[in-house]
């Protein structure tokens, strides 16, 4: 399947400061509006693209080339009369299009599952408008939509019931529509979905239909778009792209502490050319910076840093997710995190063993290693039977993670018995913590797998 993308106006409404470029070009995060919108529908599995320019398109084709660098094709079709509606520029991209396609505008972003499920929508409407059931603000091209069929639709309507997206599941029937409008002087897309509508030829797709759990992200996700016409919707959407990259967090430190910070610093990195993989290089050279410091002694700096390195462990994953490099490679990330957290119970316990010479904090960090490898893997198990993170599964799970054994906290158990004069203390301490969390884990999870193994005899 092919996809349409409208990217033929001026967008005079945006006053980006320093804006150059057409509408199109304007960045967010890292990629400019087309980019996100091509590399969303790519996720949803579309690799065919016709590109309809007008105001200044060389420039959009000049940035976007073949599509190649994106792994996709791209096709493009000039309107020269782009201040003209927008049914004018889809009409002529007619000939580059026979069956069915997505229609998609260049500044509405997206969740690419709207696409994925529209994509696979079956119906024999020549057009399926996917639609926001909320209420319409000023600007929004409005719908009145009755068991799934449209009504009426424009901007100026009196009554309606749920918002335009902007994305649409099409057939090639849609261009007679877009014929019989303009030659009545309507040359807006909306004047020719409601000549459909007329017809009984035009049906919505509630995007809420899109939505749901993550277990990836460990939470529920609503699918979300926006139509970026100002500088408070570049801002918006700024902040729903950086929310959609965010996985759920766990801990206590994590969730009222590092979120909002990493999501500052993945909007502010975002605009340089940093990539993941180099930002998890930093982050591992950082954690080893202070597995040497806890070896050779400098406790305090050592557990300073573990604290940065917490915070900077959870950017690479989410600068990932926001440009669309997210990739198989980097699920390893996880092990290698695991790798440097044991380093520094190791590194610990070796410096305390040197100084006091007692065996002590070397048996207290292998239990410690223990443990944690042992509930970590119940927890990757649960979610890989059950589809569903076993912090998020339950009342009492979603309660309990905000305090189960994870590495921010054990960080914070460290620097109090540092701080105190007594590190050896917090090795006890983070034991007792890991081996609750590991007796919990393993409980839970078989008991929500038992009731589940007993629900499907």
Not at 31 to 54: H, M, N, P, W
Request: aromatic share 10%; with cysteine; glycine share 8%.
């Amino acid at each position: 399947m092919k996809a349409l993308i409208i990217a033929a106006g001026e967008g005079s409404r945006l006053h980006y400061p320093a804006r150059q470029e057409p509408k199109p070009l304007v960045p967010l995060l890292g990629l400019s509006l087309i980019e996100r919108v091509i590399l969303s529908a790519k996720q949803a599995g579309i690799r065919d693209f016709v590109i309809v320019t007008g105001y200044l398109g060389e420039r959009i084709e000049a940035k976007l080339g073949s599509g190649d660098r994106y792994g996709v094709r791209v096709e493009y079709v000039e309107n020269e009369r782009w201040r003209e509606g927008n049914g004018g520029s889809v009409l002529r991209a007619k000939s580059l299009l026979k069956d069915r396609f997505i229609l998609l505008m260049s500044d509405h972003i997206f969740d690419h599952r709207i696409v994925r499920d529209l994509a696979a929508y079956e119906t024999d409407s020549c057009v399926v408008l996917a639609t926001d059931p909320r209420e319409p603000a000023v600007g929004d091209t409005r719908v009145l939509e009755e068991g799934g069929k449209i009504i009426d639709i424009g901007k100026d309507i009196a009554e309606a019931n749920c918002v335009d997206t902007g994305i649409f599941l099409c057939s090639a029937r849609l261009f007679t529509y877009i014929e019989e409008a303009a030659r009545e002087g309507k040359t807006e897309l909306a004047d020719s979905i409601g000549k459909a509508a007329v017809h009984g030829d035009a049906e919505t797709f509630d995007i809420g239909e899109s939505g749901g759990y993550s277990s990836k992200m460990r939470k529920e996700v609503m699918a979300w778009w926006v139509d970026v016409d100002t500088e408070e919707d570049l801002r918006r959407a700024r902040e729903l792209v950086v929310e959609d990259a965010s996985k759920n967090p766990s801990d206590l430190l994590a969730c009222y502490v590092h979120k909002p910070i990493e999501n500052r610093l993945v909007g502010w990195i975002s605009r340089y050319s940093v990539t993941p993989n180099q930002l998890s290089v930093v982050v591992n050279v950082l954690a080893y910076l202070a597995t040497a410091l806890f070896f050779v002694g400098q406790l305090l700096p050592g557990s300073i840093l573990t604290f940065a390195v917490g915070i900077a462990d959870g950017l690479d994953g989410k600068l990932a997710r926001v440009r669309f490099q997210a990739s198989r490679v980097g699920s390893l990330e996880h092990s290698f995190d695991l790798l440097f957290e044991f380093s520094w119970f190791i590194a610990l316990s070796w410096h305390l063993w040197r100084s006091s010479g007692s065996g002590t904090p070397l048996v207290l960090a292998m239990l410690i290693v223990l443990f944690v490898a042992f509930y970590r893997h119940i927890y990757d198990q649960f979610r890989r039977a059950m589809g569903r993170s076993l912090d998020d599964y339950g009342r009492f799970e979603r309660v309990f993670r905000r305090v189960a054994g994870r590495r921010n906290l054990y960080n914070i158990w460290i620097l109090v018995g540092i701080l105190v004069g007594v590190p050896l203390y917090s090795l006890l301490i983070v034991l007792v913590h890991a081996a609750t969390t590991a007796v919990v884990y393993s409980v839970r999870a078989m008991k929500h797998m038992y009731a589940a193994d007993v629900r499907a005899i």
